[in-house]
């Protein structure tokens, strides 16, 4: 039995490298599964042979059918999504789905925060343990310096309006799959038609690589001005820029975060 003082201590290592959530009833001992590999391997050659046979001879274990493989899931969004005429339906419908696995490990769905009339969309990558914790975007860390960032150009959540392109926290924070985020897609750029905001702000690499399909990476795309295309036909302007949770890493690179904000502030200013 580990002392409690040490659990406790093993726990918070845990914690800190981002492993969490307890994903199974009980633990899997993956040093045992080693051991016992290596044990085999040293068993007589006709002793392993003779188990392959029994192996063989047993009814074949029936793998639980996949209901709807991932693609049909993908479409299965695009036509639920394309339904929602408001974004209460949209989340309501969104809290339904049940067709990516990410929603499995999650505490919360983690729709938006901030205001819907908002003229300013902020669009970040997938809520980490905070926003799964509160069911809110941005609440953690990198939330907290993307208020200062808003604070600085006279904005704050009763102004803008703030999302993610996943919107259930992938377990450990590891990077959602691209089949998840194909899946995901639909609800993002539904939620994009129905705030119709006049400017939209893809927040680091994963969300203006899939929102504005930019083939370059965030440091070339950050600053410039793009055209967001909705499904519909209409068009946002758009500003690429780096992600809170980078700048937090990279402190050196919030004057870069900064010019582009005051681009932000320049065009909701003069209306154009
Ligand atoms: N990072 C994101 O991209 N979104 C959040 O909501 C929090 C951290």
New binding site residues.
Partial sequence: MIPRPELEDILRFYADAGADEALLEAPVDRFAEGHRAANEARRPIAERAAAAVERAAAPARVEPAVAVPDEAQAARARELAGQASTLEELRAILAEFDGCNLRLTAKNL?FADGNPQADLMLV?????R??DLEG?????R??RL?DRMLAAIGRDRQSAY?S???PWRPPGNRDPSPIETEICRPFIERQIELVAPRILVT??N??TKLLLGAQQGIMRMRGKWQVYTTRAGGEVTAMPTL???YLLRNPAHKKLAWQDFLEIRAKLTSGG
């Fill in positions: 983690v970040g990558e997938a809520p980490g905070d926003e809110l975007p941005f609440v953690g990198s939330g993307l703030i993610n392109v996943i927040l680091g994963p969300s992600h809170p949770a």
